[in-house]
């Protein structure tokens, strides 16, 4: 298996991923996965594709994230990840995607307008 090149998007995280066949180390922004997410709940997150169809320990990824937040930064690797293996083994696909996870979560932070306090909260309310 040659290395498969792919990116995923969440809210303003932006992961791209190398996966090539190999032991199952997934290294974050030269860091191990352990070591970059700490918190259990989101290493199940990056890992849920790969256990999904029983290929944990079969790839090794390097993945370069920017962006956002932990909980952002983790699901736009899991979108990465998914589709670098729907890329390598379509077969994948039907099983990846009634699990929701080729589907790119569109929710955005609204923004901020003039007159309020945040997107639609005004500023509080003075009778007198």
């Not at 995923?8 to 974050?28: D, L, P, W």
């Not at 293996?85 to 790119?104: M, Q």
Request: positive net charge.
């Amino acid at each position: 298996m040659e290395i498969l090149n792919t990116s995923g998007r969440r809210k303003t995280s932006v992961a791209r991923i190398y996966m090539t066949s190999g032991q199952g180390n997934i290294t974050i922004n030269d860091r191990d996965i352990k070591e970059y997410f700490p918190s259990e709940v989101l290493q199940t997150i990056v890992q849920q594709p790969l256990s999904l169809i029983d290929a944990v320990g079969k790839y090794d990824i390097k993945a370069n994230i920017k962006g956002g937040g932990v909980a952002g930064q983790a699901e736009a690797l899991r979108l990465a990840i998914t589709k670098a293996l729907v890329e390598e083994n379509a077969e994948t696909r039907p099983a990846l995607k009634k699990e929701g996870f080729l589907t790119r979560d569109p929710r955005m932070v609204e923004r901020k307008k003039f007159g309020k306090r945040k997107a639609r909260r005004s500023f509080q309310f003075s009778k007198r």
